[in-house]
């Protein structure tokens, strides 16, 4: 549903663009300072009438800067714009960055932006510096993008109704009210060689879509926040200190519970429903997560700024020639990428030297699959936790009236199973988490605590999307976990297990407490681990722990450990598969972590 059509009269802005120029009568260009405004039409090719088409519009410099009413910097609903070197500021009031309402630029329709040495900065609830939808196609090159969060009404309640959420849902685990970037729709768009900043929620959102396609290549991505200076960051990074934003920074926000706090919280990048995320050869600093992944196929990549790898990026030929070819370099205060919702199916990919630095678990799956592929790149976890499966703790939503007032309550089965009797599965179906690590060094536990949480429904809400959109409270199920290591040097536990949160009851107030589990290791209940080591692969196990399958090939050893089977301590022979209940016991070290320098790598000094 195209939702600005029904509110057309609720937008104005200094630059109303259509396919045929600038609309004076909808336009405030008096809002709009010191800018060249050119038509273009020369640069067009002409129909069988002789009507110019295709021609390309450009506004030259410039400033918008408004503070007075909810205005939008640059409304464009068709046509090709080019604009160079603007500054926009627009703030106060509260917008809705779901139909674009008081952002900094907003493409719709069929519009195709370029926006080279463009500044805009917003500021107030709902207020984004770049919303585009439908079928817009956007390239931002040399830009500052950056949000800061505004007041929200005083009697504001928590939603996800999309004509009336001003915050981000706090079941996330984060909170604020003001995304620097949101796509949505069919939407494509390339960011290059820019920052994008928002002092809390999200920096580059992907929301209500069908089908996203989203490259940011050789930018900076932060929450700015509480956030330490980079030099600082990079040199606790660099020394396996995962201290990146101070616990609280200075805003006056005004008293109520659903107002944004004055503490560190929100995201890298969001990939929602049918979307691709491309990270290349950029840095991102996050006081939570380095990225989010919901709802069935969505995907996201970590990897470098290869020419070769980057032809496919939208406006490709325009940003080659000043392309160069950098490392990915991901830095969360806690945690790296989390995924909720959905059957699975998207595909993760982190490779060519990338590298994560989480404070927290690397990588967190929530009562939902994935696909998650890791080659050749570093992940350092503080708290020496790789990938963690649990339930899924999100609260859920009022369904009357979609608000986000239901608390989430921590609520296990008993365990049932022993060292030789359970409900666990020896394989992996379709639908559940599939990771490979491959050609890397790599030190931390693997936990699959999915399957203690009692049922919940899983209800799907009509006009919420055209991807799954199961959003029933808590909704989860019992999720597999494959794990392949392939030419790898481990160290730790792979386990079932069970997880806990700190706190058992957890309110919007205590956000921040959502998805934060510690684990006691448990035999398989109800869900399977199924591991299989090759390629050289060599696992020194550093505890006890619990599978329900195992292959190891004629080149793989797991040390020094012993293995049971279904009680029974057992030799293991290459390429035989052994199912059942695998207990691992072994006393052998961790691989000690050798931090690299992130300033280092993002120089290029450090061989791509």
């Not at 969001?270 to 069935?296: E, F, R, W």
Request: proline share 2%; hydrophobic share 35%; aromatic share 8%.
């Amino acid at each position: 549903m195209d939702h600005t059509k029904e509110m057309t009269t609720e937008f104005q802005a200094a630059i109303w663009g259509e396919a045929d120029g600038i609309n004076h009568e909808l336009s405030d260009l008096t809002t709009l300072v010191g800018a060249q405004i050119m038509s273009g039409t020369e640069a067009g090719d002409a129909d069988a009438t002789g009507d110019v088409i295709n021609q390309e519009y450009k506004i030259l410099g410039g400033l918008v800067d408004h503070s007075k009413g909810v205005y939008n910097g640059g409304l464009f609903k068709g046509g090709k714009w080019i604009l160079e070197d603007m500054s926009i500021q627009v703030k106060g009031g509260i917008g809705n960055d779901f139909i674009g309402l008081g952002s900094g630029i907003l493409a719709e329709g069929d519009s195709e932006l370029v926006l080279d040495g463009v500044k805009i900065h917003c500021e107030g609830a709902a207020r984004t510096p770049i919303v585009a939808k439908d079928h817009a196609k956007i390239l931002v090159k040399n830009a500052h993008l950056s949000a800061r969060d505004g007041d929200l009404e005083a009697d504001y309640v928590g939603t996800v109704a999309p004509d009336k959420m001003k915050s981000t849902p706090w079941m996330l685990g984060i909170n604020g009210n003001a995304r620097a970037t949101n796509l949505m729709g069919n939407t494509v768009a390339t960011y290059f060689n820019s920052t994008i900043e928002a002092e809390k929620w999200g920096a580059l959102s992907t929301d209500d879509n069908i089908s996203v396609a989203l490259w940011a290549v050789n930018c900076s991505v932060a929450i700015t926040g509480g956030k330490k200076s980079d030099e600082e960051i990079f040199k606790n990074a660099s020394q396996g200190c995962f201290e990146f934003y101070d616990e609280t920074f200075e805003h006056d926000f005004p008293e109520g519970e659903w107002q944004s706090t004055n503490k560190p919280s929100g995201y890298g990048t969001y990939s929602i429903g049918n979307t691709n995320v491309v990270i290349a050869g950029s840095t991102i600093i996050v006081p939570d997560y380095i990225a989010v992944v919901a709802n069935g196929p969505a995907g996201l990549k970590l990897t470098t700024s290869n020419a070769i790898d980057m032809a496919d990026t939208y406006k490709y030929l325009d940003i080659v020639h000043e392309l160069k070819a950098k490392k990915t370099v991901a830095i969360s205060q806690r945690f790296g990428v989390m995924y909720h919702s959905g059957a699975g199916f998207g595909v993760t990919t982190i490779e060519k030297g990338s590298i994560m630095y989480t404070g927290k678990t690397t990588f967190l799956v929530k009562g939902c699959g994935t696909i998650i592929n890791v080659d050749a790149s570093n992940i350092f976890s503080g708290n020496g936790v790789v990938l963690q499966v649990m339930d899924n703790d999100d609260a859920g939503i009022n369904l009357e009236n979609l608000e986000t007032t239901t608390d989430y309550v921590e609520n296990h089965a008993k365990a049932q199973a022993t060292e030789t009797s359970t409900n666990a599965g020896s394989h992996v179906e379709i639908g559940g988490v599939f990771s490979t690590f491959s050609n890397m060094t790599l030190n931390g536990d693997i936990y699959n605590a999915s399957g203690w949480e009692e049922s919940k429904a899983i209800t799907e809400l009509a006009g919420m999307g055209d991807y799954d959109n199961e959003v029933g409270g808590g909704a989860s199920k019992v999720t597999d976990l494959s794990v392949v290591l392939d030419n790898v040097k481990y160290s730790g536990v792979i386990s079932t297990s069970e997880s806990f949160h700190h706190q058992p009851v957890i309110s919007h107030i205590d956000y921040s407490q959502i998805g934060d589990v510690t684990n006691v290791v448990r035999t398989p209940e109800n869900a399977a681990i199924v591991v299989e080591l090759k390629n050289g692969t060599t696992w020194t196990v550093t505890g006890t722990g619990y599978i329900t399958g195992l292959m190891v090939d004629e080149t793989s050893s797991i040390g020094d450990a012993k293995v049971y089977v279904n009680g029974q301590e057992t030799s293991i022979v290459p390429g035989e598969f052994y199912k059942g209940i695998i207990r691992i016991e072994g006393l052998g070290e961790s691989i000690a972590d050798i931090y690299q320098d992130p300033k280092q790598v993002l120089s290029g000094s450090d061989d791509i």
